[in-house]
């Protein structure tokens, strides 16, 4: 077979499969549980092919949106609302750094990073706030998908992980293979929910 027959396929370098259980090379690219954003492009699992396959047989790109959110994902217009970053004079982030204030110009660049990093942590805590909740919309989907509600706090958080893990690792529930999909998601928002701020 010819190695790259399969668009996509990227050289392992020692990468493992991302599947639970699974020990084959880590070769195709699926989206992580972090989207893309300022602080960089998010991140991504690896799979083999025949479980990159059942990944994506299984994924819902609109999973966790309302019906008005959808239309507007599915609209020819969208993400043309507003200029992208790259094309605003201030590449999206504020004014010019003083320049004379830093002694390197990395410096400047870096405190102007952080500075629009801390302002868009500010606006979504202030928006989460507002919303009456403790998670944001991402950590939200999360939380759905564990069958937890906003009130939970990190031992229940653990509580329910361990107890769905037993209920859809081929390991613990006899072999059943059938759930894998769904022991991935799981682990996915596990994964998100334990670094939210909120169980901090």
């Known amino acids: 077979m010819i190695r790259d027959k399969f668009h996509g396929r990227h050289e392992s370098r020692g990468r493992a499969c991302n599947w639970p259980g699974c020990g084959d090379a880590g070769e195709f690219r699926a989206p992580g549980s972090r989207g893309s954003s300022f602080d960089g492009p998010g991140d991504f699992r690896w799979f083999c092919l025949d479980h990159v396959r059942q990944f994506n ?34 590449a999206g982030v504020d004014q010019a750094p003083r320049w004379a204030d830093f002694s ?4 400047a660049i870096s405190a102007r990073a952080r500075a629009h990093v801390r302002e868009r942590r500010e606006a979504m805590q202030s ?50 293979r059938s759930f894998e999909a769904r022991l991935q998601q799981v682990v996915d928002a596990y994964q998100l929910l334990r670094k939210a701020a909120a169980f901090g």
């Open 127 to 176: 928006h989460m706030r507002s919303q009456g909740s403790r998670f944001t919309p991402a950590e939200q989907r999360a939380l759905g998908t564990l069958g937890l509600g906003g009130d939970a706090d990190r031992k229940a958080l653990r509580q329910r992980y361990a107890d769905l893990v037993r209920r859809f690792h081929p390991d613990r529930n006899g072999g059943d």
């Open 104 to 107: 390197d110009p990395l410096e």
């Open 57 to 90: 047989s299984g994924y819902d790109y609109f999973e966790g949106m309302s019906a008005e959110e959808i239309f507007d994902a599915q609209s020819p217009l969208h993400g043309w609302a507003s200029e992208t970053r790259a094309f605003r004079p201030d």
